[in-house]
Nanobody
Framework: QVQLVESGGGLVQAGGSLRVSCAAS????????MGWFRQAPGKEREFVAA????????YYTDSVKGRFTISRDNAKNTVYLQMNSLKPEDTAVYYC????????????????WGRGTQVTVSS
């Protein structure tokens, strides 16, 4: 089983940048699709971005396209989410997870959830 630990969250002003990371341990994570989700207070967890096993294919939710970039380093068992031009509405706990399929945006199709890292964007 893969264990995931997110890091890199923090407080940033609107318009700023932040990179969050997700480190995997246990079984190798290279065969899996990796995804980032986020959950704001009082809201459901929502899909943010995902990347296929090789890192060659990615997809994003519309609200972050052009601002966020997902990447992975299989040699380091780590997936990243570079977040630029941050907005207050990006404030949330960010979670990473794995999936055996590519293309889904449903949290039910992902597993091995980490505990999350808090990202707060001040206006």
């Amino acid at each position: 089983q893969v264990q995931l630990v997110e890091s890199g969250g923090g407080l940033v002003q609107a318009g700023g940048s932040l990179r969050v990371s997700c480190a995997a341990s246990g079984r190798t994570f290279s065969p899996y699709t990796m995804g980032w989700f986020r959950q704001a207070p009082g809201k459901e967890r929502e899909f943010v971005a995902a990347i296929n096993w090789s890192g060659g294919l990615t997809y994003y939710t519309d609200s972050v396209k052009g601002r966020f970039t997902i990447s992975r380093d299989n040699a380091k068992n780590t997936v990243y989410l570079q977040m630029n031009s941050l907005k207050p509405e990006d404030t949330a706990v960010y979670y990473c997870a794995i999936s055996n399929m590519f293309g889904s945006r449903r949290s039910a199709d992902f597993g091995s959830w980490g505990r999350g890292t808090q990202v707060t964007v001040s206006s």
